[in-house]
């Protein structure tokens, strides 16, 4: 089981967007294991996108993460990464298909709603970065068999 950081971004909240985003990855099977509300400070957000640090486009990224609440989310489930980033859609909204996350609700690069990790090694950095081991909740829901095969 692989698990998978998301991050439902300001633009997501002010849209109130939260629920019918967070349904699709319930509903495709994914298992909720760390939900919480957060206003990410000038120093996460530092954390957060420093892969983008020299980039024209890094000061604005800091921005707009930290302009508003931001719902931090971690999935869990087989190739969660994967499945979560199919569920997202592209990074630019407009090239987005429908029936995914940024094609039915963004037409923006940046305010594209959602963050998700973008490998396994980067899921477990940034899981780490917004969740301490003890929010994260272990559990099995009752219908796992039916969703996963397994």
Same mark, same amino acid.
């Given at each position: 089981?692989?698990?998978?950081?998301?991050?439902?971004?300001?633009?997501?909240?002010?849209?109130?967007?939260?629920?019918?985003?967070?349904?699709?990855?319930?509903?495709?099977?994914?298992?909720?294991?760390?939900?919480?509300?957060?206003?990410?400070?000038?120093?996460?957000?530092?954390?957060?996108?420093?892969?983008?640090?020299?980039?024209?486009?890094?000061?604005?990224?800091?921005?707009? #993460?930290?302009?508003? /609440?931001?719902?931090?989310?971690? !999935?869990?489930?087989?190739? *969660?990464?994967?499945?979560?980033? =199919?569920?997202?859609?592209?990074?630019?909204?407009?090239?987005?298909?429908?029936?995914?996350?940024?094609?039915?609700?963004?037409?923006?690069?940046?305010?594209?709603?959602?963050?998700?990790?973008?490998?396994?090694?980067?899921?477990?950095?940034?899981?780490? #970065?917004?969740?301490? /081991?003890?929010?994260?909740?272990? !559990?099995?829901?009752?219908? *796992?068999?039916?969703?996963?095969? =397994?």
């Amino acid at each position: 089981m692989q698990r998978t950081l998301i991050l439902l971004k300001p633009d997501c909240i002010q849209r109130r967007l939260i629920g019918d985003i967070i349904g699709r990855f319930e509903r495709k099977g994914l298992r909720l294991v760390g939900l919480k509300f957060v206003q990410a400070s000038q120093d996460l957000a530092e954390k957060h996108y420093a892969v983008h640090k020299g980039k024209p486009f890094y000061d604005s990224l800091l921005k707009f #993460l930290t302009s508003g /609440p931001t719902v931090a989310l971690v !999935w869990e489930g087989r190739e *969660a990464v994967a499945t979560a980033r =199919g569920l997202m859609g592209p990074t630019d909204g407009t090239k987005a298909p429908p029936a995914t996350i940024r094609g039915d609700f963004a037409i923006s690069v940046q305010n594209n709603l959602v963050h998700g990790s973008d490998s396994v090694e980067n899921a477990a950095a940034e899981i780490a #970065l917004w969740f301490k /081991p003890e929010e994260l909740v272990n !559990w099995t829901p009752a219908d *796992a068999a039916w969703v996963t095969g =397994g």
